[in-house]
Antibody, heavy 121, light 107 residues
């Protein structure tokens, strides 16, 4: 059973860089599939941030692409998100997720529990 | 980008009711659509993919249908645990997009 767990600071100052890590258990990232980040502002809907393949190739949301980097550390079975120049609009619950399962590249059967990141001085 | 529009945005229903939620895509996506359920404070849970395939462990009162640009999620007989927010997601192409959500509340 694939399990994902987000970790990182819960408070980030405006203009700084948000950094989160997702630790995967029950499956080796290097074995395949896509690994992604989705966020949800308080009381609002889901917004996909980006996804990375185990080989390192990435897809990003065009609305965030200039500020986003997603990378994989296969030695630690983790993947990470960096979002630069944050503002209050980046305050959200951040979820990591994976496509492990049915052969649909964009399907997200597995999610972490989510972590709230607040952007405030 | 493929835009997804759900209707209604809010739905009030009673235990035992049959409810249907619609998701319309801005362009044809054949059967590349999934449905998720989200309860407050929890991550979304996959219910249905490929428009009509039930994810393992999901009760059979949930069903999905549709193709092209119009899709539906039906709950045949609402149970107390089904009151939640439902999202559709297209599986056709990047960028991944979701519908705005349908909040299902107890009448």
């Amino acid at each position: 059973q694939v399990q994902l767990q987000e970790s990182g600071p819960g408070l980030v100052k405006p203009s700084e860089t948000l950094s989160l890590t997702c630790t995967v258990s029950g499956y080796s990232i290097s074995s395949g599939y896509y690994w992604g980040w989705i966020r949800q502002p308080p009381g609002k809907g889901l917004e996909w941030i980006g996804s990375i393949y185990h080989s390192g190739s990435t897809h990003y949301n065009p609305s965030l692409e200039s500020r986003v980097t997603i990378f994989v550390d296969t030695s630690k079975n983790q993947f990470s998100l960096k979002l630069s120049s944050v503002t209050a609009a980046d305050t959200a619950v951040y979820y990591c997720a994976s496509t492990v399962g049915p052969q649909y590249t964009l399907l997200l059967p597995h999610w972490g529990q989510g972590t709230l990141v607040t952007v405030s001085s | 980008d493929i835009q997804l529009t759900q209707s209604p945005s809010f739905l009030s229903a009673s235990v035992g009711d049959r409810v249907t939620i619609t998701c319309r895509a801005s362009q044809g996506i054949t059967s590349y659509l999934a449905w998720y359920q989200q309860k407050p404070g929890k991550a979304p849970k996959l219910l249905i993919y490929a428009a009509s395939t039930l994810q393992s462990g999901v009760p059979s009162r949930f069903s999905g249908s549709g193709s092209g640009t119009e899709f539906t999620l039906t709950i045949s007989s609402l149970q107390p645990e089904d009151f939640a927010t439902y999202y559709c997601q297209q599986l056709n192409d990047y960028p991944i997009t979701f519908g705005q959500g349908t909040r299902l509340e107890i009448k």
